[in-house]
Structures are given as C-alpha cells and as structure tokens.
C-alpha cells in the first residue's frame, strides 16, 4: 500500500523510538515504491528527516542508509547527513550510492575520519577531485585501497605522490605498477623503487630457513597495515616449501599470482633464473608479452604456473593483454632449451657489467 505523505508527517509528530523506527521504514518504503521522483518531490522527505533524524538511534540510521544506498535518487539533505555520520551508519552509501556526487564527497573526504576515507575508496567510480584528496590525507590502508580501484582516476600529481609513498609500502607498490593507466614518467620513476624492493626479497629469501618466520611476521603486519586483502605467504615462506618438497613451484607462483602479489613474484623469478633485480624489472614490469614469456619458460614454469601470471596481468592491467588462449599456444611452441639458452646469455651480460 502507498505510504502518503500526511501519513509521514504524522509519523514524525510522535516522538517514540517504537514510532521512529516506523518512520524509517515508511519513508524508505515511499522512496523505492517510487525510485525516480523528482527533487522537487523528494523535498518533502528532507523536510520530515531534517526534524527527526537526530532522534533516530544509530541502527535505524543505518537501516535507512542501506535502503537509500540503492537508489539513484534520493533526498540529497538526508543522504548529505548520513554520509558524514558515525561510520557504521555512513559505510553503505559511502561505498555504494550513485546519487553522492563530488560536491557531496570532497568535504566529507576533506574532513572525516580514515574509515569514512576508506569507504569512499571502495566506491565504483572515483574522480580526480576526489582520489587526490584520498592520496593526501588517506593512510597507507586508505591509499592501498584507493590504489586497486580499477574505477578510480588520479591526476598526475595522484600519480606522483603514489610513487612516493610505494617506496615505504608494498601493497601500494604491488598495486600501482600494475595499473594500465600509469603514466610512462611515473613508471620509470618506480623502476628503481621496484629494483630495490625485489633485490630485498631475494636477500631475504637468501638468508634461509632460519629468516622465514620474522619475514612472514613482517610481511603480514606490512600487508595490513598498506590495506591488503588478497593473502599470499610470503616469498621465503614459498621458497621453503618447495624446496621441503610440499608445494611445486608452479602453486608458489599461481599463489602469489592470484594474490596480485607482483613484488614477490618478480622476485621468485629472480631466484629461479639467478638474474638481478634491474634486469627483472626491465624485462617483466616494463616489456611486452613476448619477453615475459621468454622469462616464464627459462624459469621452465608449468603451463597453468604462466597461465596465473597472465591472469593477473588481465585483472590489474585491463585490455593490454593479448589473447590468454593464443599467448599459451605461443608459450607452449618456445622451446624450454632455446629459453634457457636466453637466460644464460643474460646473465653472462650482467656478469660482464
């Protein structure tokens, strides 16, 4: 049954929190029985919120948020308001409504606090305004967010100012080399900070068994504190376990791969081909499929091991992968001696510099 508007109004009269919650759902209920109003037509249910929603407890108000979350309209004093509440009421439309413009975005991002941040960092499609103000004021778990949103567009001092704060922590890097629409100056700035962070790794992985433990510590402190989600072990982990016999190096690979874990991967590359960092990073970050290729079959990676790097090449770097299907055709016709050949003479030039 339609909610009217007198009904509402009479509603809001009665100060009870009984009474208050019923409003909450009337009013969404008229809302979604009638998604495309007018804002002339919403302007009443401003009117009625701007009276009681101070008096709403934070479940109702949360309540309400989930509902006008969904709609592409929706009375733009009342969502204003429910996006700079509390967090556990903000969180849904910060995250997900289409009707919260720049306008609306900027200040809260200018103002609240890192989980507001981190929530409007979730969202589908963030401008430039918006992701450079992220950037400067988000935390390490705010820009590392920020950083894996495919919808997310940043101007060059965005760009910029991720290249600085990669150098200190790897789910930002892993991230933002990985993007397709870095520009070619940033990536050259990051080739250097890549280098370093993968010449760390091998280090590391060097050390030995007796290193694994306080590098998995640290891996994971780093990890959640840089906004990671998607969990891999770390690559001294992964190197023992291969060479304890319980994982083949095609399920250390796919593991980091689908991880999006692009650092430590290009490390276990280095290991497995004995090639310095720089030369890693030239040949895997910066070439094209082809020589990608030439480095997964002189680490004589299994198929479905060159398989998950190109799945991951696809989700972080959209529409510059080649065909999957006809890549490993090509992968499969390399042969393994001809690659292995490659990596030889590579290395003999690194030894010669």
């Not at 306008?103 to 979730?122: E, G």
């Not at 760009?159 to 790897?170: D, M, N, P, S």
């Not at 890097?173 to 070619?184: A, E, G, I, Q, S």
């Amino acid at each position: 049954m339609p909610v009217s508007l007198e009904s509402l109004q009479q509603l809001a009269r009665e100060p009870s929190p009984e009474r208050r919650r019923e409003l909450v759902r009337a009013i969404a209920t008229a809302l979604f029985t009638a998604p495309d109003r007018t804002p002339a037509e919403l302007d009443p249910f401003d009117e009625i919120m701007d009276m009681v929603l101070d008096e709403i407890e934070p479940l109702g108000r949360r309540e309400l948020a989930e509902r006008i979350a969904e709609l592409d309209r929706a009375p733009l004093r009342t969502l204003t308001r429910l996006a700079g509440d509390a967090i556990d009421v903000a969180e849904p439309v910060l995250i997900r409504s289409p009707a919260l413009g720049d306008d609306i975005l900027v200040p809260i991002a200018r103002k609240q606090s890192q989980d507001h941040l981190l929530a409007i960092a979730q969202r589908k499609s963030l401008s430039e305004m918006v992701t450079d103000i992220l950037v400067e004021r988000g935390d390490d778990r705010v820009a590392g967010t920020v950083t894996a949103n495919d919808g997310a567009r940043f101007s060059r001092p965005g760009f910029a100012a991720l290249a600085r704060r990669a150098a200190a922590c790897e789910a930002i890097l892993n991230r933002l080399v990985m993007r397709r629409d870095l520009p070619p100056e940033i990536a050259e700035e990051l080739r250097p900070v890549l280098a370093v962070a993968i010449a760390a790794k091998i280090n590391a992985a060097h050390a030995g068994p007796d290193n694994v433990r306080r590098s998995d510590e640290t891996w994971f402190r780093v990890g959640a504190r840089c906004g990671g989600t998607n969990r891999a072990r770390p690559l001294t982990v992964l190197k023992d376990e291969v060479e304890r016999g319980h994982m083949t190096v095609g399920e250390a690979v796919a593991e980091l791969a689908d991880a999006d874990h692009a650092v430590e991967l290009a490390a276990f590359l280095g290991l497995r081909l004995g090639l310095r960092s720089d030369t890693i990073v030239r040949n895997m970050f910066a070439a094209d499929e082809d020589t990608l290729m030439l480095l997964c079959r002189g680490a004589a990676l299994e198929l479905d091991a060159f398989s998950a790097i190109l799945r991951m090449r696809r989700r972080r770097r959209r529409g510059s992968v080649a065909e999957p299907v006809r890549l490993m055709k090509d992968y499969l016709r390399i042969p393994r001696a001809d690659a292995a050949n490659a990596m030889r003479s590579v290395r003999e030039q690194e030894r010669v510099a």
